[in-house]
């Protein structure tokens, strides 16, 4: 699992900045806290088990699937997003492609073209196979 189980804390620190007119082409890893004021074109994942934090401002653009712990978005988002404890959208927040949260802030303004899926710490009890209907 990508994601401990029980609250942990973003991360407030800035450990990598991805500079306004910078464009990274390839996947980014990272551990810690990550800004971007520019562009990536790409996957950005957590490097590991502990509390991640990307910030992406106004300016900056990813396209691609974010895997996080915590996210902060004011920017514009092209992929999935998976956010294992919290997502806040602020008012310039422009995402294209499915949101996956624990806890979800969204401002006035944000802009969500895509599903808003919660995730739960919750394991079902059992799991029922589904079986489509047979013409028979």
Do not use: W
């Not at 029980?6 to 810690?32: H, Y």
């Not at 996956?100 to 059992?126: N, W």
């Amino acid at each position: 699992m990508l994601f401990r189980k029980g609250r942990t804390k973003p991360q407030t620190r800035i450990d990598c900045l991805i500079g306004a007119g910078t464009e990274v082409e390839g996947n980014v890893t990272f551990s810690g806290g990550l800004r971007v004021d520019g562009h990536v074109k790409g996957n950005v994942t957590a490097a590991d088990e502990r509390p991640t934090t990307i910030t992406l401002s106004e300016q900056a653009r990813v396209e691609g699937e974010i895997r996080v712990s915590h996210a902060v978005i004011n920017g514009t988002v092209v992929g999935p997003v998976h956010v294992g404890e919290y997502v806040e959208l602020q008012a310039k927040a422009r995402v294209t492609g499915d949101v996956f949260y624990k806890t979800l802030e969204v401002h006035l303004g944000a802009v969500i073209q895509g599903r808003l899926i919660h995730r739960s710490d919750e394991v079902p009890d059992k799991v029922v196979a589904f079986k489509p209907a047979s013409g028979d």
